[in-house]
């Protein structure tokens, strides 16, 4: 079905069998779906190695209700933390990302394949019924030539009833 309204939209050239793979290949949304979500998991592998953010911060401790002025706090607490992974964690997490890209792209690779192979099936059938069509045709002229002989020939006197009988049977 996908080929057919490819076909449709390439009407002035002849659809070869390159170009009918090179346009689903493009235009196939499944293809496109995972091959965004493989470019996303690749981006995903530098985020797996890096630690977490530090955080700054600072806490006004007793500050009076009536005002919104810091100054008049009691105590001003700094602070700078950094969460430190277990060892390991990171590389690991990071392989882990690292792997499902690779998963991504092996269900691309044979998410085009399988669009490959579909195209390549429906392309050669169309072939087939253009060529069974062709064929009848052939058969069909054939048959009317063979009826036309008949007729005439019985028309002669050359021919019994017979034969034009037969030939309109067919």
């Known amino acids: 079905l996908p080929l057919v309204l490819l076909a449709a939209s390439v009407r002035a ?36 190695y890096t630690p977490e953010n530090p955080s700054v ?18 105590s001003t607490n700094y602070m700078v933390s950094q969460n430190i992974p277990f060892p390991g964690k990171l ?6 990302a690292k ?9 691309q690779k044979q998410t085009a394949l399988d669009v490959t192979a579909d195209v390549q099936k429906t392309f050669w059938n169309i072939l087939f019924v ?3 069509i062709e ?13 036309a002989i008949a007729e ?3 028309a002669v006197g050359k021919a019994t009833f ?9």
């Open 13 to 48: 050239e002849t659809l070869t069998l390159e170009k009918a793979i090179g346009l689903a290949l493009t235009n196939n949304p499944a293809l496109q779906a995972i091959g965004a979500e493989a470019k996303a998991a690749k981006e995903r592998i530098i985020q797996a």
């Open 130 to 132: 253009e060529k069974e």
């Open 57 to 74: 911060g600072v806490k006004f401790e007793r500050t009076p209700f009536n005002t919104l002025n810091v100054r008049n706090a009691m």
């Open 152 to 154: 005439t020939k019985y």
């Open 99 to 107: 792997n499902e890209w690779r998963a991504f792209a092996n269900i």
């Open 162 to 170: 017979d034969d034009p009988v037969k030939a309109s049977i067919y």
């Open 135 to 147: 064929l009848e045709r052939q058969n069909k002229n054939y048959f009317y030539r063979y009826k």
């Open 91 to 96: 590389i690991s997490a990071g392989k882990a």
